[in-house]
């Protein structure tokens, strides 16, 4: 994967990223995306998360022991612990991990429905997916749609709204709990106001420049079917194990003829 065409495509695109997430618009964004992102992994314990992030990290408030980190690239790779391989084919076994967070890469892979399941099938029972992308509904949603031929990040991405996500997150049998909106500016604005981002984070207004999905894995429960045993006719007096096929037996008649018949003889 390191060598590959593929993973040096992969590993050029999250390279130009960077200079956004350096900017103050990227800086402004990425502060108010880990504010969101706080209260759902600090409380969370466990022994491994995996963040697939286009910009810096943002486990770092998280208590799981052991935070991993996704590279396209060994050369990208942050340390021993990072994971390097394919988008869609994650090298670690089922129900692994206690939190996955995918940071806007679904908007710039070209099969990211099958980042979407890898995510789905290396993520615990009991836990939590994350999925960061920006707003196609918000105002710099409309910015967007204009710069369509810009190829610096992140206009150069596939912008999806969370409806679209939350269908995909259905067909991996997941559901999604919540959906937070962030980063409420204008269009030409690089900073957040404050008083707009607490209105707009108090009323979660789908015009936030990003989103946050949070998923979990549908627990599905078998269905009980009782059993019921019957018998649609009379058994045959000749079937093993019959005793009757209509009238009472009486332990008493069954004497009087057994001494009858020892009588006769």
Same mark, same amino acid.
């Given at each position: ?19 956004? &997430? ?7 964004? &990425? ?58 084919? &994650? ?94 500016? @204008? ?5 957040? @106001? ?46 093993? @194990?019959?005793?009757?096929? @209509?009238?009472? &037996? ?16």
């Amino acid at each position: 994967m390191s060598n590959s065409p593929k993973a040096d495509s992969l590993a050029q695109r999250l390279t130009c990223a960077q200079a956004y &997430w350096q900017s103050d618009a990227g800086r402004a964004l &990425w502060e108010t995306q880990r504010a969101c992102l706080g209260p759902v992994v600090e409380g969370r314990k466990g022994g491994h998360s995996l963040e697939m992030g286009m910009g810096p990290a943002m486990m770092g408030m998280s208590l799981i022991t052991h935070p991993i980190r996704w590279a396209p690239s060994r050369a990208l790779a942050e340390s021993d612990a990072s994971l390097v391989c394919p988008p869609d084919q &994650w090298a670690l076994p089922d129900r692994c991990l206690d939190t996955v967070v995918i940071h806007h890469w679904l908007e710039h892979l070209h099969e990211a429905h099958h980042t979407l399941r890898e995510a789905a099938r290396v993520t615990a029972d009991n836990g939590v997916l994350v999925l960061f992308g920006f707003n196609p509904l918000g105002l710099n949603g409309l910015t967007q749609r204009w710069r369509k031929q810009q190829t610096a990040f992140p206009w150069n991405g596939h912008w999806r709204s969370a409806n679209r996500l939350k269908d995909w997150l259905a067909f991996v049998d997941f559901e999604v709990e919540r959906v937070d909106y962030c980063c409420f500016r @204008g269009p030409l604005s690089t900073a957040c @106001g404050v008083r707009w981002e607490a209105w707009g984070r108090r009323h979660n207004l789908p015009l936030g420049e990003s989103y946050m999905i949070q998923a979990q894995r549908r627990q599905r429960h078998a269905p009980v079917q009782r059993v019921k045993f019957g018998l649609s006719a009379p058994i045959a007096p000749s079937s093993l @194990g019959a005793t009757r096929t @209509g009238a009472p &037996w009486s332990h008493s008649k069954s004497q009087r003829r057994l001494k009858k018949d020892s009588e006769r003889e």
